[in-house]
């Protein structure tokens, strides 16, 4: 048995660190004196504290290593929470990357341009479109998760770019969405809806360029409606004519997107139809 402070020489651990991971529950002492409540650890104590500084050095968090010391039982075991914490360090950095993008478009205004396009408004009829559809509530980039579903099931039945529906006017954190793809011919499953959505009259816009600067593009025909008193209705659609692939992302630059706001038609006022 050690003693605490030759516990703290062997592990490198503080007896400061040693008292905290105490008081954690993390590195209990195996045997405490009751006359005076000294501290005596064993060999068991001793390669549970070798697993804490290695994770320490990996830099697990402390409540990512009492999920270890929680449920890991072998090295065998180890590996699988270190694979997991690689993925989690690389989507971080995947995020860190991102992040420095959007702050090298603030530090050079040219590569900006592109967000401040010349916006043309125009008004049009669409047609009805049969669709299958899935509709959830998620994130927007959620989108991603579902796309492949419907195109394994519609196949050769697919007719016309994907678009999205909108429900909610305003932006959220958990969105209503219905994701389309327009078919041939009603096609459902138990997971996916075949319908007809019905003509609308809708204000629309070209957008092109990254999905994050689609606000630009909604904020001039949002602009347009108020400046012609026109009711926008949902769902808003957004029409995919050029986007990432199902593999690769490309370019965002060059994505292109129409985007869809229904109106209310002077017949349909004080009806409180909207445009779905």
Same mark, same amino acid.
């Given at each position: 048995m050690y003693k605490i402070g030759d516990f703290s020489?062997?592990?490198?651990?503080?007896?400061?660190?040693?008292?905290?991971?105490?008081?954690? +529950?993390?590195?209990?002492?195996?045997?405490?004196?009751? !006359?005076?409540?000294?501290?005596?650890?064993?060999?068991? /104590?001793? @390669? #549970?504290a070798g697993l804490i500084v290695l994770l320490r050095n990996l830099d697990f968090s402390i409540s990512e290593i009492k999920d270890?010391?929680?449920?890991?039982? +072998?090295i065998a075991d180890l590996s699988y929470y270190l694979e !997991?914490?690689?993925?989690?360090?690389?989507?971080?950095? /995947?995020? @860190? #990357?991102?992040?420095?993008?959007?702050?090298?478009?603030c530090i050079k205004p040219k590569q900006m341009e592109g967000i401040f396009m010349n916006y043309k408004i125009n008004v049009k009829?669409?047609?009805?479109?049969?669709?299958?559809?899935?509709?959830?509530?998620?994130?927007?980039?959620?989108?991603?998760?579902?796309?492949?579903k419907i195109y394994k099931v519609?196949?050769?039945?697919?007719?016309?770019?994907?678009?999205?529906?909108?429900?909610?006017a305003e932006f959220k954190e958990n969105a209503d969405i219905e994701l389309c793809v327009p078919t041939r011919k009603l096609i459902s499953?138990?997971?996916?809806?075949?319908k007809t959505l019905p003509q609308i009259k809708a204000i629309c816009t070209t957008h092109l360029g990254s999905y994050e600067s689609l606000n630009f593009a909604y904020k001039e025909l949002l602009d347009y409606a108020i400046s012609h008193n026109i009711k926008c209705l949902t769902p808003f659609r957004e029409v995919y004519i050029k986007g990432p692939g199902m593999i690769f992302k490309g370019n965002p630059n060059k994505f292109i997107t129409e985007i869809i706001i229904p109106f209310e038609q002077e017949a349909s006022r004080g009806k409180g139809k909207t445009g779905l």
């Open positions: 020489k062997i592990t490198n651990l503080t007896v400061k660190a040693l008292r905290y991971y105490d008081g954690e +529950n993390m590195l209990t002492p195996s045997y405490r004196d009751e !006359e005076n409540s000294y501290r005596y650890y064993d060999e068991s /104590d001793f @390669e #549970k270890v010391l929680d449920n890991c039982g +072998n !997991e914490k690689k993925n989690m360090i690389e989507r971080k950095i /995947d995020e @860190e #990357k991102e992040l420095i993008r959007k702050i090298n478009l009829e669409f047609d009805p479109v049969t669709v299958a559809s899935i509709r959830y509530k998620g994130k927007y980039s959620d989108v991603s998760k579902h796309i492949g519609v196949k050769g039945n697919a007719l016309g770019k994907p678009f999205n529906c909108y429900y909610d499953t138990d997971n996916i809806t075949g």
